[in-house]
């Protein structure tokens, strides 16, 4: 059974940087692209980046470039999205999901049904 758990989320003030954890279970790591998404009250789920575990591509929204950075530890079987600069406008709940990488290359990964497992989320809350 694949299973995907966050951690890392919390509150800090704009400017501040948090760490957010992905850690995976019940699949190949390797096999799958991870993306990592947001949700803020009333809001669509909006995708922040994705990687592809076999090479490490990564993608990002406009929103995050230059702020947000994802990487992946294969080993640990554990995804990661460092967040630095950041803004009350990236307060929301965080989610991860994963989906088999050959899936995701016929897919655009901004659009949350292109993934099939969900992490249960954390909560990100930026204060100004």
């Known amino acids: 059974e694949v299973q995907l758990v966050e951690s890392g989320g919390g509150l800090v003030q704009a400017e501040e940087s948090l760490r957010l954890s992905c850690a995976g279970s019940?699949?190949?790591?390797?096999?799958?692209?991870i993306g990592w998404f947001r949700q803020a009250p009333g809001k669509e789920r909006e995708g922040v980046s994705s990687?592809?575990?076999?090479?490490?591509?990564?993608y990002y929204a406009d929103s995050v470039k230059g702020r947000f950075t994802m990487s992946s530890d294969n080993a640990k079987n554990t995804v990661y999205l460092q967040m630095n600069s950041l803004k009350p406008e990236d307060t929301a709940v965080y989610y991860c999901?994963?989906?088999?990488?050959?899936?995701?290359?016929?897919?655009?990964?901004?659009?949350?049904?292109?993934?099939?497992?969900w992490g249960q989320g954390t909560q990100v809350t930026v204060s100004s």
């Open positions: 990687i592809y575990n076999s090479d490490g591509s990564t």
């Open positions: 019940g699949f190949t790591f390797g096999d799958y692209a």
């Open positions: 999901a994963a989906v088999r990488s050959w899936a995701l290359q016929l897919r655009l990964w901004v659009w949350a049904s292109s993934w099939d497992y």
